[in-house]
């Protein structure tokens, strides 16, 4: 190319829409995913965020405040709320079902500024394809696990046809190409709680809809998994990338800089800092977070621990991102005084460490 050409405005660039459902877990790799579409590929990206809830998260928040430049991510509206009983996994196909009409708007707007590329949707989002369908682009999924778990997605109506039983009360292990054997006790809870339930029924829904895509890329690479090239082969009618790490490497909001934790590790002798997390969504009631609070005080060990405000009901109760406490305080649950304490010997986070 030669050197005076002027770069094509990003109106113009060939677009790729991303639908992410509310899983708080998938948005960071999702921007991130688009992040990369724009500075390493020259291509416009539009990132849709099915939310689950009306107002939004704290989490989500944080993410909008720091999206790269290039990327533009938009919030859904969400949809009427089903009741407080209804499953995490209902909810959220309701929130991804329910946007797809937002979903087709937006993409029959862009591409009468630039050519739409592709729809990227995650394993929940899949309904979306009858847009690109409408559209003639591809679909892709973007798994946002490791390929592990998407093996067990592509593989599960065969395991589930030929099965005897109950999944819980399994002997053999299930052996998947390129991966070590999987147990009953480490499979997902939805294909535990007996395959008559509609927990089973929604999870095996979803595996199926992988078949309906046009090519899945998966967030992991060869030295975290090393068999997952040869596994891939043959696993799929459909091409399968994988693209990770797609991590957040950058400051989560523009008020909050992580760096410091960084420091203070590398200040740490090796292999001496207890790393606590109970993943996106995880989530602990008042007198747990107390326990743990005063245990790990207890241990006078090195700790970082990644801490949600305590929810008395569900143990994901920030599946969907948290909401800021009645006080300015977002550490004013823990007990008084651990936070002083501790400063010398561990780092506690709210919501999310890098």
């Given amino acids: ?54 107002t939004p998260s704290e989490q989500y928040a944080s993410v909008a405040a720091s999206v790269p430049d290039g990327v533009k991510l938009v919030a859904l509206p969400a949809p009427p709320t089903l ?30 500024a630039a050519p739409l590329a592709a729809l990227v949707v995650d394993m929940v989002s899949v309904p979306a394809r009858d847009v690109a369908s409408e559209l003639g682009v591809p679909c892709y999924m973007f798994f946002t696990s490791p390929w592990m778990l998407l093996s067990l997605f592509l593989h599960l109506p065969e395991i589930d046809a030929g099965l ?24 997902p809870g939805s294909l535990l709680v007996g395959r008559s339930s509609d927990s089973h029924a929604g999870f095996l829904s979803v595996a199926k809809d992988t078949s309906r895509v046009d090519g ?3 967030n ?25 790490p797609l991590v957040w490497t950058r400051p989560v909001s523009v ?13 740490q002798p090796s292999g001496s800092v207890v790393y606590l997390s109970f993943g996106s969504g995880g989530t602990l009631t008042l007198r747990q977070t107390t326990e743990l609070a005063l245990a790990l005080e ?9 801490v949600k405000r305590p929810d008395e009901d569900t143990a994901s109760g920030a599946f969907f991102g948290t909401r800021r406490g009645e006080d300015d305080d977002e550490l004013g649950f823990l007990p008084q005084g651990f936070v002083e304490r501790t400063s010398g010997v561990g780092l506690v986070l709210p919501s999310w460490a890098p």
């Fill in 83 to 112: 009741p407080s009983t209804a499953a995490v996994r209902e909810r959220t196909v309701h929130a991804a079902v329910s946007s797809v009409r937002h979903v087709r708007e937006i993409a029959q707007s862009l591409t009468s």
């Fill in 216 to 218: 899945i890329l998966v």
């Fill in 1 to 54: 190319m030669g050197g005076d050409r002027e770069p094509s405005p990003a109106s113009a660039r060939p677009h790729v829409l991303l639908l992410c459902s509310p899983c708080m877990g998938h948005l960071i790799p999702f921007a991130e995913l688009a992040r990369r579409l724009v500075a390493d590929h020259g291509l416009g990206a539009t990132l849709l965020f099915a939310a689950a809830t009306d």
């Fill in 220 to 244: 992991t690479f060869g030295a975290l998994e090393p068999a997952v090239g040869d596994g891939m082969d043959g696993v799929a009618e459909l091409p399968v990338h994988a693209v990770g």
């Fill in 298 to 306: 207890m241990t006078h060990r090195r700790f970082v621990w990644v």
């Fill in 255 to 267: 008020n909050r800089d992580h760096s410091h934790v960084i420091r203070w590790l590398d200040q």
């Fill in 164 to 187: 005897v039983g109950e999944y819980r009360d399994a002997t053999e292990p299930i052996w998947l190409p390129g991966c070590v054997p999987i147990h009953a006790h480490e499979l």
